[in-house]
């Protein structure tokens, strides 16, 4: 049994081993075509070259004159005040936006519980279970 194991194993490391094997090398070109061959790879990585600057060109459009340009109009507004000059303006600007936000203030949870108690409509009394319980029990066996 260990014997048959140890082979499997052997074999599956063997064939892995394979498949990861290199490429072999591609065929020896005649001797004429080499001395076209350099220029056409030089060409083709230029042309690569060309690509590969456009596309990162493209992508990242932070170039020196874009970069002036931001610094320019950051600079401009270098000077500028502050929209909340003062604590007491930066407090009721935090107020205002909370109260926005949070509109469950003590004044409309009062509200809410005004309307609950004038409410007078007839209440729906909870089931009671215990009447009913010999034929759920009959209904829930199999």
Same mark, same amino acid.
């Given at each position: 049994?260990?014997? $048959?194991? !140890?082979?499997? !194993?052997? +074999? %599956? ?6 498949? &990861?094997?290199? %490429?072999?090398?591609? %065929?020896?070109?005649? #001797?004429?075509?080499?001395? #076209? #061959? ?16 456009? $596309?990162?060109?493209?992508? =990242?459009?932070?170039?020196? +004159? ?9 600079? %401009?507004? /270098? ?14 600007? #935090?107020? +205002?936006?909370?109260?926005?936000? =949070?509109? &469950? ?11 609950? +108690? ?5 209440? !729906? ?8 319980? /010999? ?5 829930? $066996?199999?």
């Amino acid at each position: 049994m260990k014997r $048959t194991i !140890v082979a499997l !194993v052997s +074999a %599956a490391f063997a064939v892995t081993v394979g498949a &990861q094997a290199p %490429a072999p090398a591609p %065929a020896a070109t005649p #001797a004429a075509a080499p001395a #076209a #061959a350099p220029d056409k790879a030089k060409q083709q990585r230029k042309d690569k070259q060309q690509m590969v600057k456009a $596309t990162t060109e493209a992508g =990242y459009p932070q170039s020196a +004159a874009t970069s002036a340009k931001g610094s320019a109009a950051a600079a %401009a507004t /270098k000077n500028t005040p502050k929209a909340l000059p003062d604590k007491a303006s930066k407090q009721q600007t #935090a107020k +205002a936006s909370t109260e926005a936000g =949070y509109p &469950q203030s003590a004044a409309i949870s009062a509200k809410g519980s005004a309307k609950a +108690a004038a409410d007078k409509s007839p209440r !729906v009394p909870p089931p009671n279970m215990g009447a009913n319980e /010999k034929q759920m029990k009959k209904a829930a $066996t199999p």
